[in-house]
């Protein structure tokens, strides 16, 4: 159902705070998030392998976790190691960990095998805390599975219809093919539109006289994460040959984590590198991108509606589908070679 062997955000830094317990259902497991006394990030199954009771309500000591349901205690590894009345504690009495990493304000974890979690792999969001750029951090809870998200970070071509009056622009926007480039887990989008109005949300704080050279140049990796250069200059002024005169500038960071087969996690932030020093900036690019998402979910949550009326329907693909079509694809390769490598997998294939 999920991809496994993969790094997904679990949770912004800000969520996971000194004391405490942070909980949250990722590709449906509990997990159960905390800092260590020294702030190290520890990731534990949030549920107790006496009788499954939730972690995440017991009590913090020192390192360690006591379940308030039988007083089992854990250390930050998942072992127990404590039970009240047994001195002889079951070598098997445990609690999964996962690896995690906390990395440009994004708590990563990995929920497949722990020995292929190599935190190379995580992709560069280092926009989101580089002095250079500015942002504010966001999250959506989606009722709906997390590919119908995934397909319309895909197509920008929805933009001046569900975006008419925050993201989108003029209609004409969606008359241009973007170039589709198949990338390392993934595929890359780059869609420019020369000589065009400015979208509202950036014509609001970038005065910018007259029509705009306007581009939008994203990489969407596995399990579902999406890195955008994006923005818009003077027209004529050379954006495309790679001269920014005058530009407003955006990294968009985007990732959408699976929380059961019908709800999804979205964390979001729109990074910016011109008028740093003026907040008022931040928070007006921020709250057009709050909005914007608010118009995509809507209509993906009436789509996810429609859709469960008629499980026998089938999406009707068109050309401006071929970047969501190949991203799918990439999706059901890695599934079945996951498949293929469980060792339930080969005890079936040996029968």
Not at 15 to 36: C, N, Q
Not at 136 to 157: A, E, K, M, Q, T
Not at 298 to 314: C, G, T, V
Not at 327 to 344: C, G, H, N, T, Y
Request: aromatic content about 10%; proline content about 7%.
């Amino acid at each position: 159902m999920f991809i496994r062997n993969t790094w997904y955000v679990a949770a912004w830094s800000h969520e996971v705070l000194a004391e405490g317990f942070f909980s949250r259902v990722i590709t449906g497991i509990p997990v159960m998030l905390y800092r260590k006394e020294g702030g190290e990030i520890v990731a534990l199954e949030d549920r107790c392998c006496h009788r499954g009771a939730p972690l995440s309500l017991g009590r913090r000591e020192g390192d360690c976790v006591r379940c308030m349901y039988h007083g089992l205690r854990f250390d930050s590894a998942g072992a127990c190691v404590e039970a009240p009345a047994q001195q002889r504690i079951p070598p098997q009495a445990k609690v999964r960990s996962f690896p995690a990493v906390e990395r440009h304000r994004w708590i990563w974890i990995w929920t497949g095998d722990p020995a292929l979690a190599d935190p190379a792999q995580i992709p560069d969001t280092h926009w989101l805390d580089d002095p250079a750029w500015r942002c504010r951090p966001g999250y959506i809870h989606y009722d709906v599975d997390y590919l119908l998200i995934c397909d319309n970070l895909l197509d920008f071509s929805h933009l001046p219809f569900v975006h008419r009056t925050t993201l989108g622009g003029h209609e004409e926007y969606a008359a241009v093919q973007p170039k589709v480039e198949r990338i390392e887990n993934g595929v890359r989008v780059t869609r420019w539109v020369m000589n065009t109005d400015a979208p509202p949300f950036a014509a609001a704080v970038k005065h910018c006289p007259g029509k705009v050279d306007r581009w939008n140049i994203y990489d969407f990796t596995l399990p579902g994460v999406l890195r955008m250069d994006s923005g818009m200059a003077p027209a004529g002024t050379g954006a495309r040959e790679g001269t920014r005169v005058d530009a407003a500038e955006f990294r968009s960071c985007q990732a959408l984590t699976p929380e059961t087969e019908h709800s999804t996690h979205y964390f979001f932030s729109m990074p910016h590198n011109f008028a740093i020093d003026q907040p008022e900036v931040t928070d007006s690019i921020h709250q057009s991108i709050v909005e914007a998402f608010a118009e995509d979910s809507a209509i993906i949550h009436a789509q996810q509606k429609n859709l469960a009326l008629d499980p026998s329907f089938r999406m009707m693909a068109f050309g401006i589908d071929s970047a969501l079509s190949q991203f799918r694809r990439i999706v059901d390769q890695r599934l079945e070679e996951e498949r293929q490598a469980s060792p339930l997998a080969a005890e079936g294939a040996a029968r």
